[in-house]
């Protein structure tokens, strides 16, 4: 069904179907339920700092029956949150702010270990495109400049080997 055809029908219906319709789909689909919490109630903080815990416990993780866990280090979890905010409609300086929270964590986390897998770098790197992207698509990249540069920075700190392909970003928005 085209978004026009769904238009028509639901023009056709009287207020009392629509929300007969609408209360149905809240109850039978979970993303419907937690896009109302959202819009009714926007913790948009708790949602912040919750993200920002699950994202950290990637690279340092908490403690278990008194051993230490092996950091998993990944990036499909900060994503899944930067995808579910984007779709409830998060502000988007919360969103930049988690887009490179995640970088910043994963270098915190790079400059106390030793990492070999050239994935994580190459996958910082996506991380860090797509961040500076969205955040000129969304005109806040001013507002997060600073940060971006100490990323960069610290890529040449930790003389990351893709570290070139993060100057070419930054040096995109310098001049």
């Given at each position: 069904?085209?978004?026009r055809d769904?238009?028509?029908?639901?023009?056709?219906?009287n207020k009392?179907?629509?929300e007969e319709?609408?209360i149905e789909?809240?109850e039978?689909?979970?993303p419907v339920k937690v896009y109302?919490?959202?819009v009714?109630?926007?913790?948009?903080e708790?949602?912040l700092?919750e993200c920002?815990?699950?994202?950290?416990?990637?690279?340092y993780?908490?403690?278990?029956a008194g051993r230490?866990?092996?950091p998993?280090m990944?990036?499909?979890v900060?994503?899944?949150?930067?995808?579910?905010f984007?779709?409830?409609?998060?502000?988007p300086?919360?969103?930049g702010d988690v887009m490179?929270y995640n970088?910043e964590?994963a270098q915190?986390?790079?400059?106390e270990?030793?990492?070999?897998?050239d994935?994580?770098?190459k996958?910082?790197?996506?991380?860090?495109?797509?961040?500076v992207?969205f955040?000129i698509?969304?005109?806040?990249?001013n507002?997060?400049?600073?940060?971006?540069?100490g990323?960069?920075?610290?890529?040449?700190t930790?003389k990351?080997?893709?570290?070139?392909?993060?100057?070419?970003?930054v040096?995109?928005?310098?001049y």
């Amino acid at each position: 069904m085209s978004k026009r055809d769904l238009k028509k029908y639901l023009a056709e219906l009287n207020k009392e179907q629509l929300e007969e319709q609408i209360i149905e789909l809240y109850e039978k689909f979970s993303p419907v339920k937690v896009y109302y919490n959202f819009v009714f109630n926007p913790k948009e903080e708790t949602l912040l700092q919750e993200c920002k815990l699950k994202i950290s416990n990637e690279y340092y993780p908490l403690k278990k029956a008194g051993r230490r866990s092996k950091p998993k280090m990944r990036r499909s979890v900060a994503q899944k949150y930067i995808k579910h905010f984007t779709l409830l409609g998060v502000d988007p300086f919360i969103i930049g702010d988690v887009m490179l929270y995640n970088i910043e964590i994963a270098q915190t986390f790079s400059s106390e270990h030793i990492i070999k897998q050239d994935l994580f770098f190459k996958s910082m790197f996506n991380s860090f495109e797509q961040a500076v992207i969205f955040l000129i698509a969304n005109g806040i990249l001013n507002n997060f400049k600073a940060r971006i540069i100490g990323i960069h920075n610290e890529t040449i700190t930790q003389k990351w080997y893709n570290e070139p392909e993060f100057n070419a970003i930054v040096e995109r928005f310098e001049y």
